[in-house]
């Protein structure tokens, strides 16, 4: 069945046009048969663009199977299983009504037998029994995109959720007869687990680890199938106003999204990708397997951030992507914050015991080990003391209530020569957040810190303290030079 044809495609596609239109007649059926359009595919996170043709067509989808090795994380290497060479694979865009008729090449170098199985197929294995082919060879079916909505397809070979955890997921979108609404951007991202034999960033080459993938323990969750894929350079762009629609899906195999979009609220949500539309939400759930339209509008320039709101995915997973928003700034929208330091030292009356969990109780009775010492309150040692306690509220959660930070995933700021050597990249770092590549010590990071919202006070006093507790260093920066650096952004 999967060998029946060997044809060029031109000529195939006419041949199953006919066969699925008019399978009485030859030549003449042309005149009846749907015009046939081959479909242009193009990598994530774009998308296909919008259909504006007005009647059902015939459309050649040639989709190829590629095993890669390639960077799931800077440094880090897998073999990626893929549609189409991208993870996730190629988007495919049709019409309701349309007759789709998917070309699956499984190419030679590759080790392993695959198949495709699309959500939006209305028949058994969605196609995956029609398409099962060993490497060599390609496959071919076709199917009608009876109903509007966005879709996930993926590998369905044995084992099935090997094949998604290396890559074997993407998405269709079957538009609607009476079209989209027009936006002004469209992107394409998906979410996918990713199980490695090392840790979260360990070097070198990973590979699949079953153990990991049936006890559902993830070392990756990852947007676009690679740590980095949606942040640094690789950012989504946007203008402030302009409305965007994100096709957002689930590969999984395990995992569900907590979808949500810092510092947006998403105008419309065609929640679990189908017909329907909620307004204003913050939050969507995807299921593995699943899919959800989102629209929202930029207002404000800034970085709006993508996550997975199960947020250790997001920050200690990968899950994590910007969308780089340019415009003027609109303060009527998002004001200005003003910010001012409370006198030091200033504290809860009484002690509240389930206030602030930064510190784990390290004895067994309730003590005051938090207080500062009663003895010493001098100007500078004042603002040594407002330091250390923003570093323990702000900074140790990542940079480790010592400073040496997590190899890999969030640099050290103890002994740190990124630190030593650059103050002003410091302070700009702490103001406004940063993201794309730095090497510290030697070590490559590619990760996101947030801006730390701190008043200018407050930023000269946790680099200071950084500067004198952790570097040996002198007091970098007064207050007025931090605002300094804030006016000159
Ligand atoms: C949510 C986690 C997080 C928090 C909270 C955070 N950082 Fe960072 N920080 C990072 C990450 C990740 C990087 C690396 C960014 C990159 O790779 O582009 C970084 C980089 C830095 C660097 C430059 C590299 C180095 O090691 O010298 C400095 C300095 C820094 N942070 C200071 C701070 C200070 C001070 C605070 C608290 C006011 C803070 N950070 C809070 C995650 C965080
Ligand atoms: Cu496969």
Redesign the pocket.
């Known amino acids: 069945m999967k060998t029946q044809l060997k044809l060029a495609a031109a000529c195939l596609a006419t041949a199953s046009a006919l066969l699925v239109m008019v399978p009485t007649m030859a030549a003449p059926a042309a005149k009846t048969a749907l015009p046939v359009i081959t479909h242009e595919l193009v990598a994530p996170p774009l998308a296909p663009p919008r259909i504006t043709r007005k009647h059902a067509a015939h459309v050649v989808v040639n989709l190829t199977v590629e095993e890669v090795e390639r960077e799931i994380a800077p440094g880090t290497r897998y073999t990626f299983w893929t549609f189409g060479g991208t993870v996730p694979g190629k988007m495919i865009r049709v019409r309701e009504g349309d007759t789709v008729e998917l070309h699956l090449q499984n190419l030679a170098d590759n080790k392993l037998p695959h198949n495709i199985d699309l959500h939006a197929v209305t028949g058994p294995g969605g196609g995956a029994g029609e398409t099962l082919i060993a490497p060599g060879n390609e496959a071919s079916f076709t199917f009608k995109a009876l109903a509007p909505g966005l879709y996930v397809y993926h590998c369905a070979t044995a084992p099935v959720p090997m094949h998604i955890a290396n890559g074997m997921y993407g998405m269709i979108l079957v538009e609607p007869k009476e079209g989209m609404t027009p936006v002004d951007r469209e992107y394409y991202v998906m979410q996918g687990d990713f199980y490695t034999n090392g840790a979260y960033r360990a070097p070198g080459l990973q590979t699949f680890d079953p153990q990991k993938a049936t006890d559902e323990h993830p070392t990756y969750v990852l947007f676009n199938g690679a740590d980095g894929a949606l942040t640094?350079a690789n950012s989504l762009k946007a203008k402030a106003d302009e409305k965007v629609r994100m096709f957002f899906g689930v590969g999984g195999p395990n995992t569900t999204s907590s979808f949500h979009v810092i510092g947006a609220i998403f105008d419309r949500v065609y929640f679990e990708g189908g017909k329907h539309y909620q307004e204003n939400v913050q939050t969507t759930m995807v299921p593995a397997g699943g899919a959800a339209i989102v629209e929202f509008t930029p207002r404000v320039p800034g970085n709006l951030t993508l996550v997975d709101h199960s947020l250790s995915r997001a920050?200690n997973k990968g899950a994590i992507g910007l969308m780089s928003v340019s415009g003027p700034d609109n303060f009527a929208i998002y004001g200005k914050g003003v910010k001012t330091p409370l006198p030091a030292g200033t504290k809860a009356a009484k002690p509240a015991p389930a206030a602030a969990p930064a510190k784990p109780a390290t004895t067994s009775a309730p003590t005051q080990a938090a207080t500062p010492p009663k003895s010493e309150p001098v100007a500078a040692a004042g603002q040594q003391l407002r330091g250390k306690e923003?570093?323990e509220h702000?900074?140790a959660?990542?940079?480790l209530p010592d400073g040496k930070?997590v190899a890999g995933?969030?640099?050290?700021?103890a002994k740190?020569d990124?630190?030593q050597k650059r103050p002003n990249?410091?302070a700009k770092?702490?103001l406004h957040g940063?993201?794309?590549?730095?090497v510290?010590n030697g070590e490559r990071?590619?990760?996101?810190?947030?801006p730390?919202e701190?008043s200018d006070e407050d930023t000269a006093a946790?680099?200071n303290y950084?500067s004198t507790a952790f570097n040996d260093g002198k007091p970098l920066f007064s207050p007025e030079q931090v605002r300094e650096l804030r006016k000159a952004h």
């Open positions: 640094g920050f923003i570093y702000s900074c959660a990542c940079h930070g995933i969030f640099p050290p700021l740190s990124f630190f990249d410091v770092l702490v940063g993201s794309g590549e730095m510290v990071y590619n990760g996101v810190m947030p730390q701190l946790v680099i950084v």
